[in-house]
């Protein structure tokens, strides 16, 4: 049991801001109420009205239209107040919507801070310097290549590349018709006599 009491209930998702919409509703709608009931009220009066006046109970009948009269300001006031409730409904609804639109650019300015720690104008310059050197390394290679190739060479390289743009197969240089020289065959080694062991020296010798 002491466990069960002793929990901390869970933070309610509902804000101040929320509690005072909700109130403000409620008000609204109670003065609705009211207002449909003075109406009703009002009929009922004007067609008693014409009733005493039927009657001959004129000086009832223009009491009765007074207290009409006094009931219709009332209204009208009643009226005014509650387009007064909904424009504050309005704003806070829309307040409300304000802050989430400021809470969305606060984060993202906590993102970009983050991200511009991370990556540096420094960094950036310096980047963008490398990458420059490395363009013009590589500009630097290709005007060697360019200068090492001649003119016969140049028209050769843009022939393939037309012919590769085109689907063509590439000429490839003809292969000589003659045929190649023979390479003369070379003698074999002659056959080594086996070595003599000592004792077939001495007989020999002897």
Known sequence: MGNVFGRKGRPSRVTDQDRAVLQ??????????????ITLQLEKERSLAKQ????????????LLKKKRYQDQLLDKTENQIGNLERMVQDIEFAQIEMKVIEGLKTG???LKK??????IEDVERILDEAQEGIEYQKQIDE????????????AVLQELEAITQGEDVELP?????????????????????????????????
């Open 115 to 120: 991200m511009h720690e991370v990556m540096s």
């Open 144 to 155: 060697l290549l360019a200068g090492s190739l001649t003119q016969e060479d140049e028209d």
């Open 24 to 37: 403000l509703k409620q008000q609204r709608d109670k003065l609705k109420q009211y207002q449909k009931r």
């Open 109 to 111: 300015n906590e993102c």
């Open 174 to 206: 003809e292969v000589p018709a003659e045929p190649l020289p023979e390479v003369p065959a070379q003698p074999e080694p002659a056959e080594r006599t086996p070595s003599r062991s000592p004792a077939d020296r001495e007989m020999l010798a002897a």
């Open 52 to 63: 005493l006046l039927k009657d001959g109970k004129k000086e009832r009948a223009l009491l």
